[in-house]
């Protein structure tokens, strides 16, 4: 176990926090266009929350190295194979939002390490609840997608008020985070 002192500068700290506001920015855009069945839209809001995590995850202060690592690698994993179906094969493909769900998912799985982190070290418990809601997510939209059920009403709806509840978390925990002080030094005990 590593102790001792880190220098972790307030920028740092900043930026961090400013990757969760573009994150949550993504959310709300994808939430909104989700609900209004505009997917096309609704994937933009994936790419800018998936920015967002990545700018956070770049800065992201954990004892661990290989935590970082395995969050950043899940983000920039997700975040190009997003970009490579949006953008390089753009044609509709056999398996295509299978493929976006689970690119999504990777970035989510970082995005979960980071919430749970900063629910671990300050206690937010959206950060728990947020963390644990991401796996069910994207089994959940791989089942819909898999059984072709998208279409159907009711379950479009069930997946915008579940998409509600996450962008709602997801500000409550972003305002927790906000109003804490700026990190100039981390202990580790």
């Given at each position: ?100 769900i689970v690119a999504t998912g990777l ?13 671990h070290c300050f206690h937010f418990f ?64």
């Amino acid at each position: 176990m590593v102790t001792g002192t880190v220098n972790y500068p307030k920028s740092y700290d900043a930026i961090y926090r400013s990757g969760y506001i573009i994150g949550f920015i993504g959310i709300c855009l994808f939430t909104v266009f989700f609900i209004l069945n505009n997917i096309f839209s609704a994937s933009i809001g994936v790419i800018i929350f998936d920015i967002g995590t990545l700018l956070s995850g770049l800065f992201l202060l954990v004892w661990r190295k290989e935590i970082k690592v395995f969050i950043v690698s899940c983000i920039i994993t997700g975040l190009i194979l997003t970009l490579m179906l949006l953008f390089v094969f753009s044609t509709g493909g056999l398996l295509r939002n299978e493929i976006f769900i689970v690119a999504t998912g990777l970035v989510l799985a970082g995005m979960g390490g980071m919430y749970g982190k900063e629910a671990h070290c300050f206690h937010f418990f959206e950060g728990w609840v947020l963390m644990w809601s991401f796996p069910v997510i994207i089994l959940i939209n791989l089942i819909v997608y898999g059984l072709n059920l998208q279409l159907v009403p009711a379950v479009h709806f069930l997946l915008s008020a579940i998409y509600i509840f996450i962008a709602l978390l997801a500000l409550s925990f972003l305002i927790k985070k906000l109003t804490q002080p700026l990190m100039q030094f981390c202990e580790n005990a």
